[in-house]
């Protein structure tokens, strides 16, 4: 992507019927990582996240309370999932919340839009629903219940009862998309990613697609459809339009057509809502289709997928008062391939956490900052002449770069900090071979040759913590910017003309003479893991 093309990027917006867990955060910490990747290489960037306020489940849980719908969620929003953000260093440009008028005003214009031009119909439906997926199910995702459920139909998600629901309904033309939708996967094949998404959805949509409901008669907790209040729109329906109302549609034409279309990250869960619902409605409505969906993958826990109800959920908060937020970052985007499942263990985490941040990434830190103190009197040195060695160390910094670059075009983030990291690997390496703790002692002893070599090998070791400070920001934003202090450096590390994240590999940037202070280990040892 050439610098300074537009790059919007979403989250999908959560439902806060409970408190985050991980999963949540995995999903956040990524779509921020390449926020801050496109951000920080000159891209007109923006991030969007929110929350999902509608809908029958809310509604019950609110009751449930002796609240109002509106209480619930505000409460709920206010204590768990604003706070999340700031938990795990979220730098999101916007948060919109379905309640907000901006989204309820603009999502009536867009349907009353598809209704004019005759793409919703009024109809019978009868099917069976889950609460707990705010979703007609189905057959693929209906199973026989065991137990206390035997001899009744559950949802294959949450193995609870489904209720068999019988109401007036407005639907969707869905199935007159059919054709287009198979077009546009053929003709942008990485419109959805990675390809087991792409085939999961072409396979899908070839069977054949059924009008979709895109109304509820029974409860009022949503969005009055325009022609008709007696109706409030579907709540999925309604979500999958925040992506547009968020950025001005129906109200800022400018900000509108700056923005849009988006990049969409999604869990698996939810990839046919946005691959093929969301951009039918948009083909409908004459709007650009999204610029692609990603679907990433689900964390596992004991084998299974995170679940509050099978008490498998784990607060982020859990791993960040033990780890820190950096290293939560770091650990989810870098120990699973994005797209696929990964499993979650404490003992994983604790190991990563000791070998590759604070053994290696933290403690070459460390070490660069204290020698330049001890030997140069914390002025970085002017290197001498660069020997094969430091050549190679370049080259490693300027491939890094490259392959982390196109890694994060793919959203391959786990692949971009395996690129990153050959560099921590390499001046670990380089300060081993080099020794330059007895290079200082030849040097004192007189030998100028091994001074000059003394300060070409400390030059290197500080020139590469600059560029990985740099690569590294976008996943560890707090630890690279405390290494970014103590080298001295005095342009801000976020500034998008002071430091262009393409242009990280440039060497000689650091300049000799820059003075560094001492650096607290990045990454303390713990003690003891949860």
């Avoid at 998600?157 to 007036?168: A, D, G």
């Amino acid at each position: 992507m050439p610098a300074g093309e537009s790059f919007y990027i979403t989250t999908p917006i959560y439902y806060p019927s409970d408190v985050p867990h991980i999963g949540h955060g995995y999903t956040s910490v990524a779509v921020d990582t390449l926020a801050r990747w496109h951000r920080q290489s000159g891209d007109d960037t923006w991030m969007l996240t929110g929350t999902d306020e509608h809908g029958q489940k809310m509604l019950r849980a609110a009751a449930a309370n002796d609240v109002t719908p509106q209480e619930w969620v505000d409460k709920l929003v206010g204590e768990s999932w604003f706070p999340l953000l700031e938990t795990l260093d979220v730098a999101n440009d916007d948060f919109i919340r379905t309640t907000q008028e901006r989204h309820e005003k603009n999502v009536q214009v867009f349907f009353q839009k598809l209704y004019d031009a005759g793409y919703i119909y009024a109809g019978e439906y009868e099917a069976l629903y889950c609460v707990g997926c705010e979703e007609f199910k189905p057959e693929s995702e209906i199973v026989d219940g065991t137990g206390p459920f035997e001899g009744l139909k559950v949802c294959a998600i949450h193995s609870k009862p489904l209720e068999l629901l019988q109401e007036k309904n407005y639907f969707f033309k869905l199935s007159e998309f059919q054709g287009r939708l198979l077009e546009l996967y053929r003709t942008e094949p990485d419109f959805v990613r990675p390809d087991s998404a792409r085939n999961e959805v072409v396979s899908f949509v070839s069977q054949g697609l059924k009008d979709l409901s895109i109304s509820r008669s029974t409860f009022d907790w949503g969005i009055p459809l325009p022609w008709d209040e007696s109706h409030v729109i579907y709540v999925w329906v309604d979500a999958l339009l925040n992506y547009v109302t968020a950025v001005g549609y129906g109200a800022d034409e400018e900000q509108f057509a700056r923005r849009w279309p988006a990049y969409h990250v999604v869990g698996k869960d939810i990839l046919r809502f946005h691959a093929v619902i969301w951009p039918a409605l948009l083909m409908a409505a004459g709007l650009d289709v999204p610029k692609g969906v990603f679907a990433h993958g689900w964390l596992l826990v004991g084998g299974e997928k995170m679940s509050k109800s099978k008490l498998t959920g784990i607060a982020p908060t859990e791993i960040t008062d033990v780890f820190g937020s950096d290293a939560y970052r770091f650990y989810f985007l870098s120990a699973i391939a994005f797209g696929q499942d990964g499993s979650f263990s404490w003992e994983d985490l604790s190991a990563r956490y000791q070998a590759e941040l604070a053994n290696g990434f933290g403690n070459l830190a460390s070490r660069t900052i204290a020698m330049i103190e001890k030997y140069f009197g914390g002025a970085v040195p002017e290197p001498s002449d660069y020997a094969e060695r430091d050549l190679e160390i370049q080259k490693t910094l300027t491939d890094a770069v490259a392959a982390a670059d196109a890694a994060i075009e793919h959203f391959r983030i786990d692949e971009a900090i395996h690129a990153i990291w050959t560099l921590v690997d390499e001046l670990n390496h380089y300060i081993t071979e080099n020794e330059p703790w007895t290079l200082a002692k030849r040097a004192d002893g007189g030998d100028e040759a091994q001074r000059d070599r003394l300060r070409t090998v400390l030059y290197t070791c500080a020139e590469g913590l600059r560029a990985l400070a740099v690569l590294l920001s976008p996943v560890m934003p707090e630890s690279t910017g405390r290494l970014w202090d103590a080298l001295g450096v005095e342009e801000s590390l976020g500034a998008l003309t002071a430091q262009p994240i393409r242009e990280a590999g440039s060497w000689g940037v650091l300049r000799p003479g820059t003075t560094v202070t001492t650096l607290a280990p990045l990454f303390p040892r713990v003690e003891q893991t949860a």
